[in-house]
């Protein structure tokens, strides 16, 4: 520990870092609106019990049977539907009681200006109910299930309840972010890139310097340093993101608000699998249960670049690239082909009836078969130019 | 798209960004190492066919029997026992020619100063042998297994053979990083912060005024975000790591570096449970699989601040914390506390005793039953204070 006492504290310490107390919370105006909806569902209740009626509230319902696809504006959206939660019927009164207890809970942190995860939500609203065994939530599912229906109920976004999922995915490219007033520079993020946050609204998050002419979205990590450590994006003039997989709201909510704020096209580079084919479809047009959020989340315009069910041909790949399609794939392919949007859409149908010819699915990495560089020199290059992908 | 005419390309973006074509690969210097070694394996195998004599070479072994633990350096290593792998054999004909296979992929990644995935290194060396239905390999699994082997073989890294693994934590604090040449100024990097690389090795990453005292290494992502919002970093003067679980070979690397370099303490804060004890423990000393990296990966200085058996007590906690231990979790609890690292020591041989006696385990997300910064503000900065943790 020699070293410590010659170590210099960097110069710029004290201007760039603000003391924590005098930071404001930027969702003040946010709060206000939030805030005033949890009272209007706490005072409904309270109103019926004085009066003599039973309290209750209505949820919007959250189901396939409940979610339209609308084909002109091309995303799913929730029907109107609800359902009722109900204190004196033996099977709400449960969640009745849940839904106000994590109603006080997003109370508690918007009068702080904190945040929470969702496994720190479940424990804060978690106790014993006073005179019995009984827990207020048996499980994690039960709370994020609960606070998604105060979500939909107050038509409020996650982050107006001041909560946060778990952070996945990363960034890179012509671009400089403005993260909770820290300028990040997306040119200079080396190796590792920038961590896309959580929560990804105009409150947190700004835009600087949009240079890059579009987004390519590709599916996982490794991919994206393989895109990365060839400059991809500085040779194509792009910004390059990753999402570990199913791409979490935050990283959705980014391509997003980078798409319609700055009209950059997302292209998306994932694996030809029904998988690969159901994460550009929630990219896309939204999912089912979060239907609720896809007018600040679906990209309707997002382009499917590849792998393409074709390429085993077109790029004259071996057989070595080919994983067999198990009977799960093949249900699942199905699914998927038969989603409205997707079901009128001739090209997709081609696509996944061509891969279920085919009998197999294959994984981006694949392509590695060819060179190591094939998919960032070649692949996306060419499809790029001649536009070829789906949409 | 009307946006996209208007948009400004950054000033900084000609000056900021090497072209691809100038970069040199930062391997330079140990490539010719491993390329050297790598060709002396193949050269034996040659010479040994030459003359008649069977071609093979010696492995060395990776298994908990031929693990050593190092009291004296408090670390993991490996034993000198070795197994043969033989092409006149046939248990062991595969595995031979597997192994030369990825070395040929590794020199030929050397050649062209590039990085591949494990996925990528799968797929590079995956073909139909000639004349039969035979796959070079069955599955990653078996990949992955071969690409170890040849570390140890080689005594090389596996940074050093160009092949990397999935990426994950992030990373905040009073320090700068180099990443490939960009400076990543940890202090401002929001909300999101500073994706660790996978590749942590000093030819990529290099680090610049190392402003903090310690650093905070918590387990999970959501608890990160509860410290980096609470801007403990800062009042704390410290570095804030995650691992998003058990960390991987770049976090420990980048704990490793700056605890050595720069003397850093690394001070952990995981969950109560088998779990978070076995994390601990390989940031400690090492892991069995990869007790030939304990050198460059194991800190035997780590402290493990908590969570703590005795805090349900101490911290006045509800029953609400406690998670019930299954009979898995008791089988575990009872073999890391068998570790000879621990057997021999007494507070955590009562740490583990008393997880067991309590019944149940406790996760660092719980202590929001407190009070959601009951976690920054309380709990561990009195532990820092008292220096009230096990090492």
Redesign the interface.
């Known amino acids: ?4 006492t010659t ?4 110069a ?2 004290a201007s ?2 603000p ?2 107390a005098k ?1 404001e919370s930027p969702w003040a105006h946010r709060d206000a609106k939030t805030g005033a909806s949890l009272q209007k569902l706490a005072d409904g209740v309270v109103k019926s019990a004085l009066s003599g009626r039973e309290p209750k509230f209505d949820v919007p319902t959250r189901a396939a049977s409940n979610t339209k696809w609308n084909k002109s504006r091309g995303i799913l959206q929730m029907g109107p539907a609800t359902s009722s939660r109900e204190l004196f019927n033996l099977g709400q009164a449960r969640n009745f009681m849940q839904t106000l207890l994590h109603g006080q809970g997003i109370q ?2 918007i009068a ?1 200006g ?7 939500m479940f ?2 609203s ?3 109910i006073q005179g019995t065994k009984e ?1 207020t939530f048996d499980d994690q599912t039960e709370s994020d299930k609960v606070l998604e229906d105060i979500e939909v109920t107050l038509g409020a976004l996650r982050e107006e309840l001041h909560v ?1 999922a ?2 996945r995915g ?1 960034m890179v490219g ?1 671009i ?10 997306c ?13 990804c609204e105009p409150e ?2 700004q835009f600087k ?3 890059a ?1 579009f987004i390519l979205h590709v599916e996982k ?3 994206w ?2 895109f990365n ?3 991809f994006w ?2 194509h003039n792009c910004i390059l993101t990753e999402g570990s997989g199913q791409p979490t709201r935050g990283v959705r909510r980014m391509l997003h608000r980078l798409h319609k704020e ?2 950059l ?1 997302v292209i998306c580079l994932l694996d030809c699998d029904p998988w690969g084919h159901y994460i550009y479809s929630v990219i896309k047009q939204g999912s089912i249960s979060l239907a609720f959020e896809s007018e600040r989340l679906a990209i309707p315009e997002a382009r499917f670049l590849g792998i393409r069910a074709k390429d085993y041909e077109a790029c004259d790949l ?4 080919q994983i067999v399609l198990n009977d799960r794939d093949i249900d699942r392919a199905k699914q998927i082909m038969a989603y409205p949007w997707f079901k009128e859409d001739r090209a997709w149908q081609r696509e996944i009836k061509k891969m279920l010819d085919n009998g197999f699915k294959m ?1 981006v ?2 392509l ?2 060819k060179d ?2 094939y998919v960032t020199e070649t692949y996306v290059p060419e499809r790029l130019k001649a536009k070829d992908w789906l949409s």
Chains 1, 2 share one sequence.
Do not use: C, W
């Open positions: 520990m020699a070293k410590k170590r210099n504290k960097p710029s310490k760039s870092a003391t924590p930071r508690a942190l702080e904190k945040t929470s995860s969702l496994r720190g424990y804060k978690l106790h014993t827990k946060f778990k952070k990363t012509n400089t972010v403005i993260d909770s007033g820290d300028e990040i520079n040119r200079r993020m080396g190796s590792g890139g920038y961590a896309i946050p959580s929560i947190v998050i310097d949009v240079g002419d990590d490794t991919v340093q393989r450590e060839d400059r500085e040779t700055h009209g096209p071996s057989d070595d690239v994984e990495e694949s590695i078969t190591i560089s």
